[in-house]
């Protein structure tokens, strides 16, 4: 007997055993549904890399950007800046596999990933630069002066 209402499906799962609960897809059964079984092998690797996560600090200066991107060389990452957008992207190979391997668990992501960042109007994008450092990428952009307005005094008649 099903300890969890009808009302999740035809679900045969105990909710005292951690272990028995199966992960309920409120859209199944419906023709848009995408549970990872329907999504092709190459849709799953591209996305699982597809989020890098990426910090952005703006100093007085300079904006940095920094990624953590372990595993990867600077050959295999690409900075551009294209009007006025800021765009990380990369890839990470799949460990080749061989016929006689068996896999016990498969954690480390693998795949292309893309991030882009508008710029703010006084990021000077002719002199953006780009180092790599024990896996962590760090982009800087350097930003115009801003100009304080000059104070004229105005002398008071009458």
């Known amino acids: 007997m099903s300890l969890i209402p009808s009302f999740f499906g035809n679900r045969r799962s105990n909710v ?7 992960i309920w897809d409120p ?4 023709p848009f549904s ?4 329907n999504v092709p092998s190459s849709a799953r690797e591209t996305s ?4 890098a996560r990426i910090d952005w ?9 920094k990624a953590d991107l372990p595993g990867l060389k600077k050959e295999e ?6 009007g006025g957008v800021l765009q990380i992207s990369g890839e990470r190979s799949k460990e080749q596999e061989e016929k006689n391997d068996k896999w016990h668990r498969v954690e480390r992501s693998s ?20 180092s790599m450092e024990n896996g962590v ?22």
């Open 137 to 158: 990428l760090t982009v800087t952009v350097p930003k115009e002066e801003v100009k304080k307005p000059e104070v004229k005094s105005i002398e008071i008649s009458g």
């Open 57 to 65: 600090k703006e100093t007085p200066e300079l904006h940095i950007f």
């Open 34 to 37: 995408n549970s990872v079984a």
């Open 111 to 130: 795949g292309k990933f893309l991030r882009r960042f508008r710029l703010p109007e006084n990021a000077k994008t002719d002199q953006v630069k780009a």
């Open 27 to 30: 859209f199944e059964g419906f």
């Open 77 to 82: 990452v690409k900075v551009e800046v294209e």
């Open 16 to 22: 005292f055993d951690p272990f028995s609960l199966d």
């Open 48 to 51: 699982a890399f597809a989020n």
